[in-house]
């Protein structure tokens, strides 16, 4: 999760140093569902004269297919990649179409991990998605 100014302001970093053909992965912490439901239903339901204790939440589990975790960048795109502080850069498989030299020349280095998955980040406490919510005027 992470503001729309910010996502804005990553695409627009993303596209001064795009040479064409990357993917550019952004590193955003990760939000737990149970944590980003109940701020949503602390904030919200008072609003309505609702008592936020007395909103059942229902578990359902995981759906065919789905996982508790996504995964961003697989081992084999990592031997493609760079990465500076904020994203990762992921070139394309034919290699004439990678000039790694230039985004070494802008302080981009060699990807420290086999793989980049949203278990492996860090978690946004309750507090930081509030912030983040209601900064973003998504709760107001």
């Known amino acids: ?10 695409l627009f970093k993303s596209r001064e140093i795009a040479q064409g053909s990357e993917v550019f992965i952004f590193k955003i912490p990760a939000v737990r569902l149970n944590d980003l439901v109940d701020v ?10 609702f008592n936020p204790d007395d909103i059942e939440i229902k578990i359902m589990g995981l759906k065919s297919g789905e996982k508790y975790y996504e995964e961003l960048m697989t081992e084999e795109e990592v031997t493609r990649s760079l990465e500076t502080k ?3 850069i992921v070139f394309p498989q ?4 990678i000039n790694k030299e230039y985004l070494r020349g802008l302080g981009a280095t060699d990807v420290h991990s086999s793989d980049y998955n949203s278990h492996k980040m860090p978690i946004l406490s309750k507090e930081e998605i509030k912030k983040i919510l209601y900064e973003s005027n998504t709760l107001l």
């Not at 999760?1 to 990553?10: F, G």
């Open 40 to 49: 949503v239903i602390r904030e919200i339901a008072p609003k309505y004269k």
């Open 1 to 10: 999760i992470m503001s729309i100014e910010r996502a804005v302001e990553l």
């Open 86 to 88: 904020d994203m990762f």
């Open 94 to 97: 034919l290699k004439e179409l």
